[in-house]
């Protein structure tokens, strides 16, 4: 499974090398989890994941809590983004989308 986000720095570009770590393990623990990449790769049955940024952990929280309703709403979004092919559009259609986030946040 891939990560529903791509995080600057992740581990995703290593995962090659530290998956091969996980041989035999009981529990993961994710101090610093990020887009989740070794986990999402993993899948294991017990975790705690944490993150410094809890805007990031709001995220898998509504994910898993109101998955269908954040996926019609990225549905959406992703409609009305796509519904024009002009550049200039599309910017300020996504500029507006991250105001609207940052107000809230």
Do not use: C, H
Not at 17 to 30: A, D, G, S, V
Not at 31 to 58: M, Q, R, T, Y
């Amino acid at each position: 499974m891939k990560p529903i986000i791509k995080w600057t720095g992740g581990k995703g570009r290593i995962r090659d090398k530290i998956i091969p770590k996980f041989l035999n393990f009981t529990y993961y623990i994710e101090p610093f989890f990020g887009g989740g990449a070794i986990f999402f790769e993993l899948l294991p049955e017990k975790a705690i994941i944490s993150d410094i940024n809890s805007n990031l952990i709001n995220l898998y929280l509504i994910v898993k809590e109101n998955n269908e309703k954040f996926i019609k709403k990225l549905k959406k979004y992703q409609t009305k983004y796509l519904s024009s092919e002009d550049e200039e559009y599309r910017k300020k259609f996504f500029y507006k989308i991250r105001e609207k986030y940052n107000k809230i946040k």
